[in-house]
């Protein structure tokens, strides 16, 4: 018979082991012979590296019939130990363990030898390692190569990690759009507006679209911005938007004192301007043989709030001959987007395909129109 001595040595052999921290108690009731022999067995030959036949002779001791309460315990805590111990030295247990040291290299290497066994933790956990070790490139190939669309937000941020620091702008933006479609939090909205802002070649309407979104995602950034929006709005003929923006500039107790009177100034004089004016420059839009006129005059009807008049003005645009379509579907998406048609609004978005700087600007609206 196998007695507590046995059981007492099984339970020095949990609390050793640096996986498990198991206690047995001591007990009365004898192991047998039939059940202790193969643990005893086991145990050796888990102590050799040889697990496979270690588990082999626990299973032949599960198999011994009319198991006892103690045997049955001895048995699941072998079989728990042996596991454990497998694991720590390969598979999914070396891998965390190197995780938990530090040994990124070897981390990558654990991950390559166990290609389709790994969770997405796992795969998150070897591309924190490309990270650490400063293989930036390798990290976000690793990333694009193994999550595709099914990145959660922690390896989204540090594919933008390593595509900053690899100079890749096409990946760290792209990882930016995910995140603003998933969460469209002013943080994201932020980041990736201020790398639209800096796309080389812009010109003042795309900028003022941009600026446009900033002022609707709440990353607005002090007097500067909302100064800045509204110069634009005045400068290519918009100033009631103009006016609103200033308003939420001083609502805001960004925009006062002497410069932002003269702006208020400005805009009021721009806006009976354009008011006295809207309908010869009305007439003159639809005799003229391109559309731009008539596009204009509806994206000057959206920035008034009259969304729905805009419309049709842009689209008797788009009929005309001569006439910039990717600028004229940007217009009509965003006047679908002020009268509530979400679904046209992205139709016509992706309509923008053309010129890279038009299709990044109608790409950005279309984000934020799945809000």
Avoid at 131 to 140: E, I, Q, R, S
């Amino acid at each position: 018979m196998i007695t507590t001595k046995f059981r007492a040595a099984v339970s020095a052999l949990f609390l050793g082991a640096a996986v498990l921290a198991i206690s047995i108690s001591p007990a009365d009731a004898a192991v047998r012979a039939a059940v202790g022999k193969p643990l005893q067995e086991a145990q050796s030959l888990a102590g050799a590296g040889n697990y496979t036949a270690a588990m082999a002779k626990v299973n032949q001791a599960a198999g011994v019939g009319g198991l006892s309460g103690e045997e049955s315990r001895v048995i699941a805590q072998m079989r728990a130990y042996i596991s454990s111990k497998s694991s720590a030295t390969g598979g999914k247990g070396k891998l965390s363990a190197d995780y938990r040291a530090g040994r990124w290299s070897s981390v990558i290497a654990d991950a390559d030898s166990m290609r389709g066994q790994l969770d997405a933790n796992d795969m998150a956990a070897v591309a924190t390692a490309y990270y650490k070790m400063g293989n930036y490139t390798g990290c976000v190939r690793y990333i694009r190569g193994h999550f595709g669309n099914s990145a959660t937000d922690t390896v989204l941020k540090i594919q933008m990690a390593c595509a900053f620091n690899a100079n890749d702008d096409e990946a760290q933006t792209s990882a930016l759009e995910q995140l603003v479609a998933r969460n469209g939090t002013p943080e994201y909205w932020g980041q990736l507006l201020k790398a639209a802002e800096h796309t080389r070649g812009l010109k003042d309407h795309q900028t003022l679209d941009i600026y446009r979104i900033k002022l609707r995602t709440g990353t607005m950034n002090g007097a500067q911005d909302y100064t800045l929006l509204a110069k634009l709005a005045i400068e290519l003929g918009f100033p009631a938007e103009a006016m609103d923006v200033q308003q939420k500039g001083a609502d805001a107790k960004l925009l006062a004192g002497d410069s932002a009177t003269r702006l208020m100034n400005l805009t009021k004089t721009q806006i009976a301007a354009n008011q006295a004016s809207w309908a010869s420059r009305l007439a003159a839009a639809k005799r003229a043989p391109s559309g731009d006129a008539l596009i204009k005059l509806g994206e000057e009807l959206w920035s008034q709030g009259k969304a729905n008049d805009a419309i049709g003005l842009i689209q008797a645009g788009i009929a005309k001959d001569k006439t910039d379509l990717n600028d004229a579907q940007i217009r009509l998406g965003m006047a679908y987007l002020g009268a509530g048609q979400k679904d046209a609004a992205q139709r016509a978005f992706a309509k923008v395909k053309d010129e890279p700087k038009a299709a990044m600007i109608a790409h950005l609206w279309a984000l934020y129109a799945r809000k």
